[in-house]
């Protein structure tokens, strides 16, 4: 898919996320903005998945790892046709599909999460799986910075370095921001890379917002053999809407009304702009 495409879609992902929390006064918008364009890259270039057979044995598998950004997974679900895009305002609510965290009653995901730490293990049995069934499909979890924090985490990067899992593809989403703050201040689990290498990783350092850097790193992953690979990719939390970019007082809060006009107004600037950028 062309970038400017791509561009487009992480856009209309930054919106769901916006509508989706505003409407339910609660979620984390911070780390799903994020993110906003690695959802956009796997769900419209990367992902071989189907929306019309969700349940397809074959499918490559998503775990996202950092649950509480369900939003932005949501949202790429939606745009990808998994589900109607207006149930994005149902997030959170009593009787809604979209709760809080991913579970496997909603169309396109592929394992519950939320616990932090304990989506990479899930991932990790799946790619072990795919191997012990002699299936081609790939597996792909997206940790949190902070989440790597959590011990179970190098447990099961031991595991799969170990049976050298080479169809699953860790991403560390690095925006350097948690709940507390910095997490090199919090309880820094820097250098990242440096650590997954002990681990037998084949490690990849990203930009979470270049599509060309998102799609050679993709490509490199696929290629590598006789062992995991770990993208880390560097990001912004808040991407894309100006008084949340790196503020970690957007972990977890939703905006206001007010905040929210203002967030849709940035979001809607971009898109006039890809607009334009695509009529030249």
């Known amino acids: 898919m062309l970038n400017l495409e791509l561009k487009k879609r992480a856009n209309d992902i930054r919106k769901g996320i916006i509508e989706g929390t505003h409407s339910a006064k609660a979620g984390h918008p ?21 929306s019309a057979k969700p349940d397809w044995e074959d499918r490559d598998r998503f775990v996202l790892s950092k649950g509480h950004t369900a939003p932005g997974l949501y949202a790429a679900l939606a745009h990808k046709g998994f589900f109607p895009v207006e149930d994005l305002k149902t997030l959170r609510k009593l009787g809604s599909y979209l709760q809080g965290h991913p579970d496997l009653h909603i169309p396109g995901v592929d394992m519950a999460s939320g616990s932090l730490g304990q989506g990479i293990s899930a991932a990790a049995g799946m790619a072990l799986g795919a191997k012990m069934k002699q299936k081609d499909y790939r ?24 049976r050298k899992l080479d169809n699953l593809c860790v991403i560390v989403d690095n925006n350097n921001l948690q709940i507390d703050g910095p997490i090199d201040q919090v309880c820094s689990p820097y250098p990242i890379d440096k650590k997954f290498e ?24 696929r290629a590598t053999k006789g062992m995991p690979t770990c993208i880390v990719i560097k990001s912004i939390k808040g991407k894309g809407v100006s008084y949340m970019e790196n ?20 979001l809607d600037k971009i898109e006039k702009e890809l607009a334009e950028e695509a009529n030249k």
């Open 30 to 50: 911070g780390g799903s903005l994020s993110a906003a364009d690695v959802f956009a890259f796997l769900y419209f270039e990367e992902l071989h998945v189907d």
């Open 139 to 162: 597996v792909y979890t997206l940790l949190g910075d902070g989440e790597i924090e959590e011990g179970q985490v190098w447990e099961a990067a031991m595991f799969a370095g170990f």
């Open 198 to 221: 002990a681990f037998n990783f084949h490690v990849i350092n990203a930009d979470a917002h270049d599509f060309d850097s998102l799609r050679a790193a993709f490509a490199e992953a």
């Open 247 to 266: 503020n970690a007082d957007w972990h977890g809060k939703a905006p206001n009304d007010a905040e929210y006009e203002i967030a849709m107004a940035d």
